[in-house]
């Protein structure tokens, strides 16, 4: 499956972006997704995923209660919704795919897209 990361931006400390990730392909509902960041100088980091036919969803720790993830196999698109953000919260964000439920390393994702920058100012 191909990815494709959009809805990345500049936004002020508090506010809202929505990330779109749209997939290629007929194979997109046999996936669980996933979305990772990677700031400057530091390892790429576990942000959501989303199941493949439940749409159960799990967090990384730094944006539960804050972000939400949620897909529609009928458009091959999954989304992130960012709320109350912070500057921590700036980095290249990635869309990604895996065959595995509930893992949150980079290693059992497949598939990646390009990223998109997220920028949170104070």
């Known amino acids: 499956v191909q990815l494709q990361a959009s809805g990345g931006g500049l936004v002020q400390a508090g506010g809202s972006l929505r990330l779109s990730c749209a997939a290629s392909g007929r194979t997109f509902s046999t996936y669980n997704m996933g979305w990772f960041r990677q700031a400057p100088g530091k390892e790429r980091e576990f942000v959501a995923g989303?199941?493949?036919?439940?749409?159960?969803?799990y967090y990384g720790d730094s944006v539960k209660g804050r972000f939400t993830i949620s897909r529609d196999n009928a458009k091959n698109t999954v989304w992130l919704q960012m709320n109350s953000l912070k500057p921590e919260d700036t980095a290249v964000y990635y869309c990604?795919?895996?065959?595995?439920?509930?893992?949150?390393?980079?290693?059992?994702?497949?598939?990646w897209g390009q990223g998109t920058q997220v920028t949170v100012s104070s």
């Open positions: 990604a795919a895996s065959k595995r439920w509930g893992t949150m390393s980079v290693h059992d994702f497949d598939s």
């Open positions: 989303v199941a493949r036919v439940t749409s159960s969803t």
